[in-house]
């Protein structure tokens, strides 16, 4: 039995979409972010941790969001349509690349351009020319 747990507008959305390419039968139950924009304390009910995705499975509670990708390619994608071929080299580096690419070099990105965005619709409106002078907030 597959359960993910999903926050509005979060890296979890990477979930479900592979979840509904594998055709996987799973459980959702979506969280809303709070007036801070973060996630709400019931979340970590479900993990101490407290962020998205957190996805129950086969009786384990599992986090991070390319753990948890390799786990379904592993132990779900039955048509292998995912999975490299472990005799082929290039399919395995463009997989293993990009699944760490998304993780260790674009989310960061995301993150910080979210971040500038939020500090400057949030700048009380003496600050705001300040703050619309970030490069990143464009
Ligand atoms: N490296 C973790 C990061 C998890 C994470 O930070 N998730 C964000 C959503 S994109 C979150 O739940 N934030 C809620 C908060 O900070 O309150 C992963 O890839 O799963």
Redesign the pocket.
Known sequence: MLHLHH?A????FRIIWLLEELGADYKLTCYE??K????PDS?KQVHP?????ILEADDRVL??????IEYLIKHYDKEKQFKPDDNNEAAWEAYTFWLHFA?ASL?PLL?MRLVFTKVVSQSPMLIKPISKKNPRSD
């Open positions: 926050l507008n979060s890296r979890s972010r709070n801070a924009y973060r996630a979340l941790i407290g962020n998205a995705p986090i991070e969001s390319g753990f948890i993780e989310m993150v």
